[in-house]
């Protein structure tokens, strides 16, 4: 009987992350696919992507963060059989997504300013600037979406949403290579036509889980959609309580990458962007662990809901078993064909290609080492948020990104002078201390002293 429950248990948590892993990998393509365009365009143009990334995401996360806290809840609710609540929680949380959105859009109106307080070259800024003003206007429309995915996945529809987003991947670069390059009878943008490409789609994903929420009945009786303008305070106070850690977690390990860039920025145009295409390949890697963590999430709240100590304990060991199994993978990957997944993102007939993918090849390297650090601190925040338990977890974050994480890539690239491959090195030394420290903090909570091993 015990193998049986740790067989189905895996069973359950893969059927629940591959199409949820699924989504995360499709939905990131976007960025992948704007990536490759920014490279036909020139150096200069991805390393200008690679910036707007860095000051997107910092919000980004925040927000996803705290939008994080409606998928336990709603998993919770699922497992005690409480629709009420569901739509209470899904209906605040598009609430939070919004009043996080809003003043993060006026924030990022003003990128160029930004990038030149942190000494960034004034080309580099301005540029940046012209893409992410369009793409800021699908900051509001991809959070709700985020809300909506996380509901009808804790309800078994996770499917959906993998669909939803292969569709946007296709949209998104047929418009983004038009409006770029003026294909299609468009006018030629450059830059800034990703911006509007990506938030086109970001609509046009948005617009489509709504549909299938309305139109599916299992989904439809829920009435998620229904007096979403009435306030719900004691919910929305409990999403942010139990979300705002969270975004804390997230908004540490952004902050770790985004200040990673801009360091990294410091040491030139090629070096910015051998880092973005470096960074890309390490965070669509981690898409897949992600997935895992999301799936950990619901499973252990679906078993806190239905008070099984051992539930949430087997659902954790066996996330943290797949999560690490599929990191171990994509390291193996960036060993053994650096030169080439650098290369792809490249026109090599534009100036310094050489030099961006020497400096490529040494940052993947270093990616393929912190790629197990990487998936393990993950699951542990999944199977940590699954219980609700937040707070430590982000200080701990807090603690392990900034103190040791951006404190030793600082040290190592200036003071030690390993350069731009120090900024690596130091963020995979943060990512490990981060891991270790949330495995310790979930197997006192969950496994110590607990009946997952009978």
């Not at 809901?305 to 949430?312: D, F, K, L």
């Not at 534009?350 to 993950?378: H, K, P, R």
């Not at 600082?410 to 270790?436: K, R």
Request: aromatic share 8%; net charge positive.
């Amino acid at each position: 009987m015990p193998r049986a429950l740790w067989l189905a248990e895996a069973r359950a948590t893969l059927a629940l992350a591959a199409p949820l892993a699924g989504a995360q990998l499709a939905q990131f393509a976007l960025t992948v696919v704007d990536t490759i365009l920014m490279g036909r365009l020139s150096p200069q143009a991805l390393a200008a992507g690679t910036l707007v990334g860095a000051l997107f995401w910092v919000p980004g996360f925040l927000c996803v963060g705290v939008l994080t806290a409606v998928s336990p809840l709603v998993a919770e609710a699922h497992g005690a059989r409480q629709r009420r609540a569901i739509a209470r929680t899904v209906r605040q949380g598009l609430w939070a997504a919004t009043l996080i959105g809003v003043p993060s859009v006026l924030a990022l109106w003003n990128t160029e300013a930004i990038l030149l307080l942190f000494g960034q070259e004034k080309a580099n800024a301005a540029l940046a600037q012209s893409y992410m003003r369009p793409l800021v206007m699908s900051f509001v429309p991809m959070m709700w979406f985020a809300v909506l995915r996380q509901f009808i996945a804790a309800l078994g529809h996770a499917r959906v949403v993998l669909a939803i987003a292969l569709g946007g991947i296709a949209l998104n670069a047929l418009l983004a290579w038009a409006l770029m390059f003026g294909r299609l009878g468009l006018p030629a943008l450059g830059l800034p036509g990703a911006g509007i490409a990506t938030t086109l789609v970001n609509f046009a994903m948005l617009a489509s889980i709504a549909a299938y929420i309305t139109r599916t009945r299992a989904l439809a009786r829920c009435h998620v959609l229904a007096r979403v303008w009435r306030g719900d305070w004691p919910k929305l106070a409990a999403i942010f309580r139990i979300g705002l850690p969270i975004g804390g977690a997230l908004l540490a390990e952004v902050g770790l990458f985004s200040a990673g860039s801009l360091l990294v920025g410091l040491f030139g145009t090629e070096a910015l962007a051998a880092h973005g295409i470096a960074l890309l390949w390490a965070s669509l890697a981690f898409m897949l662990p992600m997935g895992i963590a999301q799936a950990a999430t619901i499973r252990i709240g679906i078993a806190s809901g239905a008070g099984s100590r051992a539930g949430i304990a087997r659902a954790g060991a066996i996330a943290y078993l797949l999560g690490i199994g599929m990191s171990l993978a994509s390291a193996l990957l960036f060993l053994s064909a650096p030169a080439l997944l650098i290369g792809l993102f490249l026109d090599q007939s534009q100036a310094n290609v050489a030099t961006v993918i020497e400096l490529g090849v040494a940052f993947l390297s270093i990616a393929a080492l912190f790629q197990l650090a990487d998936g393990a601190q993950a699951i542990g925040h999944g199977v940590l948020r699954g219980i609700k338990d937040t707070r430590l977890p982000s200080l701990i974050s807090v603690f392990g990104y900034f103190a040791i994480g951006l404190g030793a890539a600082a040290l190592l690239a200036f003071p030690f002078g390993w350069g731009a491959l120090g900024v690596w090195v130091g963020q995979a030394l943060g990512l490990a201390t981060v891991a270790l420290l949330l495995l310790l903090r979930f197997a006192r909570q969950a496994w110590v002293g607990g009946d997952a091993w009978r």
